[in-house]
């Protein structure tokens, strides 16, 4: 059963424009929520990550909010860049329980130029 | 720092015979280190935790006599999938964490096995 989902399997955004990635969950006890990109044939690489007791997080071009009673989050890249494709995999633990990762199914993203 | 191999990069191999992917931290001590199993356009879906020196806690519908895991030292855990067939191919992917960034995991590269 899919605990954290990533409604939109695709996203294409003009380069300079904002990219909004979406994300909910349907465990309440996550407390932790990660962005990942990825390539083909390569491992996550770390992007940016919420703690439940904040609402945001700013990291250069990455925004992070947390909408714990939606249940949502969503990653904004502004400005977006033809570098930022690739797929991004929105990640969630409970850190009480093991820290591992539940991950949605990723949202492909293409910034054209 | 904090970073993850793993060896082989991409497998082939015979249907019926066992494989072995090794997992490495490099610059840290991993307590604990995680399996990930990701199928085409598919989410990563985690097979088993293992933590050093015990055995290793899996998933549910994850058969632990296919998928074996030996993490025997605090920078180096191994995934054996045994007898593979060809619905075992995937790329696999591990991932570890360290005493005290319990909340950070870091990946390796992740491995291709193709079963003919």
């Known amino acids: 059963d899919q605990q954290v989902k990533q409604n939109s399997p695709s996203l294409s955004v003009q380069e300079g424009r904002i990219s909004i990635l979406n994300c909910d969950y349907t465990?309440?006890?996550?407390?932790?929520f990660l962005w990942y990109k990825k390539y083909p044939a390569e491992g996550p690489t770390f992007l940016i990550s919420i703690s439940s007791i904040k609402d945001k997080n700013e990291d250069g071009r990455f925004t992070v909010f947390l909408n714990k009673s939606a249940k949502h989050l969503s990653l904004h890249i502004v400005p977006s860049q033809p570098g930022d494709s690739a797929v991004y995999f929105c990640a969630a633990l409970q850190s009480n329980s093991g820290y591992a990762l539940n991950f949605g199914k990723g949202t492909s993203l293409l910034v054209t130029p | 720092g904090a970073v993850v191999s793993q060896h082989p990069s991409r497998v082939i191999c015979k249907s019926g015979t066992s494989v072995k992917i090794e997992c490495r931290s490099l610059d840290f001590q991993a307590t604990t280190m995680f399996w990930y199993r990701q199928f085409p356009k598919q989410s990563l879906m985690l097979m088993a935790t293992s933590n050093e020196g015990s055995k290793a806690t899996y998933e549910q519908g994850v058969e632990k006599d296919k998928f074996l895991i030996n993490h025997a030292s605090l920078t180096l855990s191994t995934l054996t999938v045994t007898s593979a067939h060809p619905e075992d191919s995937s790329f696999y992917i591990c991932s570890a964490t360290t005493s005290g960034r319990d909340n950070e995991q870091f990946f390796g590269p992740g491995t291709r096995l193709t079963v003919l």
């Open positions: 465990n309440s006890m996550f407390d932790y």
